[in-house]
């Protein structure tokens, strides 16, 4: 069963760029609400943790020191089948095969630097959201 919860963030190249309202707007009028909202950066040890899944592969310190090198915007976002239509309204990995309106195609700039992380399954969206948040900072 499709929990309602997902989690994304908003990577340092979308924060950069200035497009951190144009996302929120996005996510706000594609029916998500926010229960859960930060402005930080993360450490090289905190993203490295995060991305542990891939540890093993050859970008992933690459990804490390991506993720460290700025500012990030971390939410939790509610709605009916959340991680199925977030997944639906970021678009795929590679903004060049990202459908036109989704938020990697407008505003990735390419495959390691793609605007936004979005959970890809309901245990990750668990997982992810209590890696960056306390229970006491998610609001329903």
Request: glycine share 8%; proline share 4%.
């Amino acid at each position: 069963m499709a929990t309602n919860r997902t989690f994304t963030m908003i990577k340092p190249d979308a924060v950069k760029a200035g497009n951190i309202g144009n996302i929120l707007k996005m996510i706000n009028e594609a029916g998500f609400k926010i229960v859960a909202l930060k402005y930080t950066q993360l450490s090289k040890e905190k993203a490295g943790g995060f991305y542990a899944v891939h540890k093993e592969r050859p970008f992933y310190g690459e990804l490390v020191d991506f993720m460290s090198s700025g500012p990030i915007v971390a939410a939790v976002l509610e709605k009916d089948n959340a991680v199925a239509d977030f997944r639906k309204l970021i678009g795929a990995t590679n903004p060049a095969e990202a459908e036109p309106g989704t938020i990697r195609a407008l505003y990735a700039t390419n495959v390691g630097e793609n605007a936004v992380h979005g959970s890809d399954s309901d245990e990750n969206a668990d997982i992810e959201s209590n890696y960056h948040f306390s229970q006491t900072e998610i609001y329903a």
